[in-house]
């Protein structure tokens, strides 16, 4: 059985317990759809952290043991039935664990075409953020004209949001810890970016100023990537039916909810993860990616924000970074060259 | 100008503002697709009571001091281009307010046929509970199979909610505030029944309950008339993709919520009233509730809850009981015999 290079969480704990070990290559397990793919680049998600301090145990199906959500490759080889795919064929998309690796395998039509003006490194620190961002809109029913109030939008996901309402059609509006992390996005289209307000009570506030931006009218998405009082301004800030989608944590697990608000407005709260959907999902968010995100990849209106690239062997060094939360963009990994 | 009976806010405060004027009849004003419907039966709603106090301007186009949303009766003229009815039909709908007077007008759409099978005094209790617990079901996606939790479930609308759920192919489950609450809608096909515990701190608890009636799983959808911390509870109770749809906030503006969960089970929170909606929307719920609901009331699936019938003449009684809040089901309005 021929062998792999992978990043393997040889323990819970800190980036130190990341070590690079041989691995069977996955095998091809009959005409399921199963096509194996020779990864070339990826990037670094803080479900990689989490699932390396031990608290987000991988689902079935993918190596327990082998962080890694995204991707970019070539087809190296397809289960019988395979029709989509050639060998050679450069693919990306989201894998559920597991990328980390010199091979992985997925179904067939969890992988979407990367654009002959994208080389692979790039393309391996696309699908996560792209994929986040486009199917939360498509939740939160985007149409064009929208105004989309984008959380954490120094983040990988927040940079590929504003791309992506601005490419769309959209207008989009942004939230940051610092002035610094406004800059990039500015850069890629935000109309307006907030620095939150927690000189009076230790809260975040920014809804009163969001409102300011939006003639008093509020805007009509918000794609909420940190959670906590967060929560509590969004709700504030959105116009009537507004759409608020809860991405992320970070800044903590319980928010007050104005009832008041929700219930005049008919306003919609909707949670979402990615990791965890069923085969179903994954294959429509990657189809919906490939019809609608990829030709703005193709033609450059969307593009990676790539703060660093290392190597696999440098990942424990990658996962270091990406836990000061001091990064702006993605943290990209070279798997091969 | 002929005139009609109404009851008429004759100032914002208690039951006792309430007098019973002369008014002109409302005009048809034009080829507008406008019916002026006899009123003959209507019921009270706690949006009657609000406004009586001050606190719910009537939207424009309905009359700012006749109060009343919900009505049967027969079509008494019609303008011109209206093609939908005939002098002498029999209707049911909801209007924006007015509804308790002889006459009202409103748009030919926004009107549903009353099966043979029921006199115009029940018709007239049905459709403001029906349609809020229909309205509530779609937005909430309901398909056969859902358990659905509703609370308040001895309120007009929530009974109407446990015999939707169960004519449509859903389990109802629901909570009330005491045990004689939860008998008549057990007898109208409630699976299960819970008085929300409030010993440990003074907050309703009922979801380990709801959690252990159905195999650890949770509800699907939860039709949340109350509010308060009634949300923080109905949120711990959702199954994974759960919904639960605001509708009413008697316990309380503000409650917790606890984001990790609505995220790692990917619910949805959505609020609603039915009140303010523009008109096309106004169209769709009545057209829903005629194709979906009425042929439930025509054979008897689903029937009306009417706790006491009061002539017009004795709108403040009825004014003053229901505020009292110990109703099980409707309060129904005689506005001609």
Redesign the interface.
């Known amino acids: 059985m021929s062998t792999m290079r992978a990043a393997v969480i040889t323990a819970p704990g800190g980036p130190d317990v990341l070590h690079i070990q041989q691995r069977p290559v996955p095998a091809l397990s009959g005409p399921n759809h199963t096509v194996r793919v020779r990864v070339v680049g990826s990037a670094l998600n803080r479900a990689d952290l989490i699932q390396r301090a031990g608290h987000y145990p991988a689902p079935p199906g993918v190596p327990s043991d082998i962080p890694g959500l995204e991707f970019a490759g070539e087809v190296a080889a397809l289960a019988p039935g395979v029709t989509r795919w050639q060998i050679g064929d450069r693919v990306f998309g989201l894998v559920p664990g597991g990328a980390h690796a010199e091979y992985l395998t997925t179904h067939e039509d969890t992988l979407a075409r990367v654009p002959d003006t994208l080389d692979l490194h790039t393309a391996g620190a696309l699908p996560e953020a792209c994929i986040t961002a486009h199917d939360a809109l498509r939740q939160a029913r985007f149409a064009p004209g929208d105004r989309v109030l984008v959380h954490a939008v120094g983040s990988g996901v927040g940079l590929a949001a504003v791309q992506l309402v601005r490419a769309l059609g959209g207008i989009p509006f942004g939230t940051a810890r610092n002035a610094e992390k406004l800059t990039h996005a500015t850069a890629l289209g935000l109309e307006t970016g907030f620095v939150p307000d927690t000189s009076a009570d230790g809260h975040p506030s920014f809804a009163d100023a969001v409102l300011a931006a939006t003639d008093g009218r509020g805007v009509d998405i918000v794609l909420d990537l940190v ?2 009082r967060y ?1 509590h301004e969004g709700v504030r800030s959105l116009a009537h039916r507004g759409r608020l989608v ?4 970070l800044a ?22 990615l990791r965890a959907r069923p085969l179903e999902e994954r294959i429509a968010f990657t189809q919906a990616f490939a019809q609608e995100v990829v030709p703005l990849l193709a033609d450059g209106r969307v593009r990676a924000n790539i703060e660093r690239s290392f190597a696999l062997d440098e990942i424990a060094e990658a996962h270091a970074l990406l836990g000061s939360n001091e990064t702006t963009g993605k943290l990209a990994l070279r798997i091969a060259d």
């Open positions: 959670g906590g929560v809860l991405i992320g944590l903590g697990r319980e928010s007050p909810l104005d009832l008041s608000r929700v219930l005049a407005r008919r306003l919609q709260i909707t949670g979402t993860v």
